[in-house]
Structure formats: C-alpha cells, structure tokens
C-alpha cells in the first residue's frame, strides 16, 4: 500500500521527504530500496508470531490470555525531513 500511494505522489509531483513526510509500517526491505527510503516503525514479527501462537493456544484452552503490547522502534529514513523552525515534543 505505501509503494502505492508514493508512486501516486510522484506522478503528481508531491516530492516525497520534501513536500510530505511518508512514514509506513512494517520494516520491509524494499523500503531501503526506495528514492528516499522510507521512514518506518518496525517491529518483530518472529517474536509477534510466537506470540499468537501462544495466546491462541490459550484461547483453545479454554483460558483467558493477557493483553500483550510488543514494542516497536521508529527507524528514521529518508521520507521524513527534520523539522523546520522547531523541535519535537
């Protein structure tokens, strides 16, 4: 869905990183492929799929599992300029 929507902005000239700050999910490898790289929030999926496995298992057993929240990382790329005339809060 990103490589889409960036493929839109560039028939119509929005200049990725510059006129827009793109940022996606998921930390796929053809995101470092693109001109600019895209910015992303990553997570683990090896860790994520355990995880579901586990709770779902507990499901079929007829328990209760616990909500899970799983960190995630902004990695910065390309895609997303420095602010101008601020800071970040």
């Known amino acids: 869905?990103?490589?889409g929507?960036?493929?839109v902005c560039n028939e119509r000239g929005i200049g990725i990183?510059?006129?827009?700050a793109f940022v996606a999910y998921d930390n796929?490898?053809?995101f470092t492929l693109l001109?600019?790289?895209l910015t992303v929030i990553a997570h683990d999926v090896d860790t994520m799929g355990r995880l579901a496995v586990e709770l779902l298992t507990q499901v079929i057993a007829g328990e209760t599992p616990?909500?899970?929240i799983l960190p995630s990382r902004l990695i910065i790329r390309?895609?997303?300029p420095p602010l101008r005339g601020?800071?970040?809060q």
Request: glycine share 16%; no cysteine.
């Open 17 to 20: 990183g510059t006129d827009l």
């Open 35 to 37: 001109n600019p790289s």
């Open 66 to 68: 616990d909500s899970v």
């Open 5 to 7: 929507a960036i493929g």
């Open 86 to 88: 601020g800071t970040a």
């Open 1 to 3: 869905m990103s490589i």
């Open 28 to 30: 796929i490898d053809a």
């Open 78 to 80: 390309g895609s997303t």
